[in-house]
Every structure is written in structure tokens, then in C-alpha cells.
């Protein structure tokens, strides 16, 4: 339907049904904005049940995560918003330019990052009508690239009569 930029902190949005953040699938401690969202909505910590690999910020393998797929946190209380959606859409974290850790089944390239980016999206489940996502998703350490992001937005956008609202940080909001 339409997407919209904001100036506005994300962590403290109203008026949309969710939040939307994407994550990696190997990382075993929340870090950046999923590391915010934590500390502000304990409920909505999906790194909280990955244990890592001795002294390393990699989960062990039965705790990864899976690529294109999302995961939903639903808040014990009733907030707004109240659902957190986290889109496993990137393999690894960091941009893929900086990826040394080659963790095989799937290989971390800014295509495939797209690619399961949108098959999130489309696999979205939740009938919702109003979503807010941060500025440059995917695009800040992730590396991607916005100009592909914002076209995936905003034909799904159109295609499935749902409101995006892009959180811009003001300068008195501070994710990270």
C-alpha cells in the first residue's frame, strides 16, 4: 500500500503492529540493534536460547538458525507494537566483503542476503497492516544494498496492501 520514512526511534514506535529486524543465523549473542531490541523487549531475544561454541560469539550447530525463514516474538503484555518479527535472511554476520568464516550449508553473498530477504517477506504470515523496520535494513553492517531492499519493500508494499514505516534515528535516538 504505501511505505513511509520516519524520524523516530524504533524501539519505541507506536501505531504499527510490528517490528521487523533482519539477523544471521550463526551468531550466538544479540549485537547492534537486535542487541537494543533485547535489552528494551527481553521477550524478544532470539539470541537468548543459542549457546556458542567455546569462547567464540558462534552458536553450535543444533542452535542456528536457517536462512529465509523469520521467527515471531509475541510480547507477554499488551504493547504497541507487540510483535517482534526477525528475518534470518543473511547467513553470517558482517558484510559478505568481510566474511572469512566460509560455514557451510549455505554460501553468504549480498545475492543470496536478497534473496532470502524477500522469501521472508513473502513467507510473512502474521495479516498485518502496519510494519516498521529500520532505515537501510540489511544495509548498515549487513552491507546490502538499499536501493534492492526499498524495491522489495515497496512492490510487496503494493502487492499486499500493508504500510511500511521506515525509523529514520534522530539525533536524540540512538540504537547502537
Not at 162 to 170: A, D, E, G, L
Amino acid at each position: 500500500m504505501s511505505v513511509k520514512f520516519v524520524f523516530d526511534d524504533l524501539l519505541t514506535i507506536r501505531d504499527v503492529d510490528v517490528i521487523i529486524l533482519q539477523v544471521n543465523c550463526l551468531c550466538a549473542n544479540a549485537q547492534g540493534l537486535s542487541k537494543a531490541i533485547a535489552t528494551k523487549y527481553p521477550w524478544a531475544n532470539i539470541y537468548s536460547k543459542r549457546r556458542a561454541e567455546s569462547h567464540t560469539n558462534l552458536a553450535v550447530l543444533e542452535d542456528r538458525g536457517g536462512t529465509w525463514f523469520y521467527s515471531i516474538f509475541k510480547s507477554p503484555k499488551p504493547l504497541q507494537p507487540d510483535i517482534v518479527c526477525f528475518f534470518l535472511s543473511q547467513w553470517d554476520f558482517g558484510t559478505t566483503d568481510q566474511i572469512v568464516r566460509k560455514i557451510p550449508p549455505y554460501t553468504d553473498i549480498r545475492l543470496n542476503r536478497i534473496i532470502w530477504f524477500k522469501q521472508c517477506l513473502e513467507q510473512q504470515e502474521l495479516h498485518i497492516k502496519f510494519v516498521a523496520l529500520p532505515d537501510h535494513i540489511g544495509c548498515g553492517v549487513d552491507g546490502g544494498d538499499w536501493t534492492t531492499y526499498f524495491e522489495i519493500i515497496e512492490k510487496f508494499a503494493k502487492a499486499n496492501d500493508i504500510n511500511f514505516v521506515i525509523v529514520r534515528p534522530s539525533f536524540a535516538h540512538k540504537w547502537i
